[in-house]
């Protein structure tokens, strides 16, 4: 045994003699014991199911690039006429998982967008993760994350938000989805090549009430009517926006 080992070895053993008062063995013991547990993230396997579905498609029905990308959750998902409703556009591909946040978007953008390299990636979530506690602030982190992973690969993609939608069954939440939307509108201006899509406003009567007469039964997801004016209002923006419009004169 070298000096050096020897010194290492003779300052250890005083160390747990002289703090511990108690043998080595004893000692070891009493440190594992002790000894904080060391965590580890839980892998979230919420959406394996999803992606797996998503990857079948792609086998089956590979979409050419260049198209028009809808990300989110289940407002996205559930919307059974979308491919069909902008069929004037180039491909329209549809990859929304229901219940997910704009956490998870950000989070999964590497299956959820790069592979299709759209022109524009239409991204609609948030209100999901207001609805678990998630902050205004936190929210807006998410989706600059999920900005700055497409622009890391796909730098000339459009990105386009979806505000979040007044939900009559989430009016408690309605305080942080304006500020939700607001804040993140006005990131999207400050970014080149973004764009923020308003859909909270024309959901809203005269009242300053959600518009039930847009929605299910549950108060929470779109009906027919409620896709109707999404259609209406998203149509107009990427009309003017998906063939090289300057990010100004789409806004």
Same mark, same amino acid.
């Given at each position: ?80 006429? $979308?491919? &069909?409703?902008? /069929?004037?556009?180039? #491909?329209? =591909?549809?990859? %929304? ?14 299956? $959820?967008? &790069?592979?299709? /390299?759209?022109?524009? #990636?239409? =991204?609609?979530? %948030? ?125």
């Amino acid at each position: 045994m070298t000096s050096i080992r020897r010194i290492a070895l003779t300052c250890t053993l005083s160390g747990v003699f002289g703090l511990a008062g108690i043998p080595l063995a004893n000692a070891q013991s009493v440190v594992a014991v002790n000894a904080p547990a060391v965590s580890r993230p839980a892998i979230d396997t919420r959406w394996d199911a999803s992606f797996a579905a998503f990857a079948e498609e792609d086998k089956l029905h590979a979409p050419k690039p260049g198209g028009v990308l809808f990300v989110g959750s289940s407002s996205i998902r559930m919307w059974s006429d $979308l491919e &069909t409703d902008f /069929k004037s556009l180039p #491909v329209v =591909v549809k990859r %929304g998982f229901g219940g997910s946040r704009m956490l998870d978007c950000a989070t999964h953008l590497q299956k $959820l967008v &790069t592979p299709y /390299k759209p022109k524009v #990636v239409l =991204v609609y979530a %948030g209100d999901n993760d207001l609805a678990e506690g998630l902050t205004p602030q936190d929210v807006l982190k998410s989706f600059s994350n999920f900005v700055e992973g497409v622009r890391d690969s796909l730098p000339d993609t459009r990105i386009v938000y979806i505000s979040i939608k007044p939900s009559p069954s989430r009016t408690q939440l309605l305080p942080q989805i304006r500020e939700t939307n607001a804040m993140i509108q006005s990131y999207t201006q400050s970014v080149a090549n973004a764009a923020y899509i308003d859909i909270f406003t024309p959901m809203m009567n005269a009242s300053g009430k959600p518009r039930g007469e847009l929605f299910r039964e549950d108060d929470l997801h779109l009906n027919a009517s409620g896709y109707a004016l999404w259609r209406t209002i998203i149509s107009a923006h990427l009309d003017s926006s998906t063939m090289g419009t300057t990010q100004q004169a789409a806004r």
